[in-house]
């Protein structure tokens, strides 16, 4: 435990704010096991339109139904490397790489880590320039990668302020198009991206913001637990001291190996995660 203890230290591994994405995670997943998700037939916000798609996308003449998990991929590469241009402008020393790896990544998980960076360079924005934005409507239930891409061009024009707010005049080009990229790299790589943007926040996430994260996967697990067995959840254990970021971080993979056990009994697929063991 200890070896994990200073594999996990906060700022250099898993900061709170990716803490709190991960038991985003695990709400999505109670979502997922209580009720579908919303249908939205109007899916595609601006920058879209029905016809193609604006930057890299409009000059291959690529449509909604051509872009493809490799497309996203490259586009996320192309916002790390805008955050990167920030980081360095910032002053601001690279975080370490996290070792975990996932496996089984649906488009719903992918989609709302999109969506969580979109979120992150909101703030970004509104700290440099003082800029609102809507998030962009919530997608259909059956989900498709020009719905991600969306999400991550949408935070892609918000960094391009801030870079121009900071003087920053880096050409951000395209990576080659690698086909063989798959949802799961997609994932990964917006993980990335969404610990490199809370790095650079002045207001990074508290421990009242992880707390409400926490609070919206207990919901969840109340309404699952209600439906199966009409009982409520227990009360809540006795509070323990001298706790740090990576204890909730392993309990909540304490959490996530039992809500795969429901997942399997309900023969509901779901997102695995595999940490270091030592």
Not at 194 to 222: H, M, W
Request: proline share 6%; hydrophobic share 40%; with cysteine.
């Amino acid at each position: 435990m200890n070896a994990m203890k200073g594999y996990f230290e906060r700022k250099h591994i898993i900061p709170l704010k990716s803490l709190a994405r991960a038991i985003l995670l695990f709400g999505l997943t109670w979502s997922s096991l209580v009720a579908p998700a919303e249908t939205n037939k109007s899916a595609i916000n601006p920058p879209f339109n029905d016809k193609e798609l604006a930057t890299e996308a409009k000059l291959a003449r690529l449509t909604i139904q051509d872009i493809t998990p490799a497309h996203v991929y490259q586009l996320s590469l192309l916002v790390r490397s805008q955050i990167d241009a920030i980081r360095q402008a910032l002053g601001e020393s690279k975080l370490v790489p996290l070792h975990i790896e996932y496996s089984n990544v649906k488009p719903r998980e992918v989609f709302f880590q999109a969506r969580a960076l979109n979120g992150s360079t909101t703030e970004l924005d509104y700290e440099w320039n003082r800029n609102h934005s809507e998030p962009l409507t919530r997608p259909r239930k059956d989900i498709l990668p020009a719905d991600v891409y969306a999400e991550i061009y949408s935070a892609s024009e918000k960094l391009a302020r801030v870079e121009v707010r900071l003087g920053i005049d880096t050409a951000h080009r395209f990576p080659a198009l690698d086909p063989s990229k798959t949802p799961s790299d997609v994932f990964v790589s917006v993980v990335v991206a969404n610990r490199e943007i809370n790095n650079l926040l002045t207001r990074q996430f508290s421990p009242s913001d992880v707390f409400e994260q926490l609070t919206v996967a207990l919901n969840y697990a109340n309404h699952l637990r209600q439906k199966t067995s009409g009982k409520q959840v227990p009360e809540a254990p006795l509070f323990v001291a001298n706790k740090s970021p990576v204890d909730v971080f392993q309990k909540q993979l304490t959490c996530l190996g039992i809500v795969q056990r429901i997942a399997m009994l309900l023969e509901v697929d779901m997102l695995k995660i595999n940490t270091p063991s030592n």
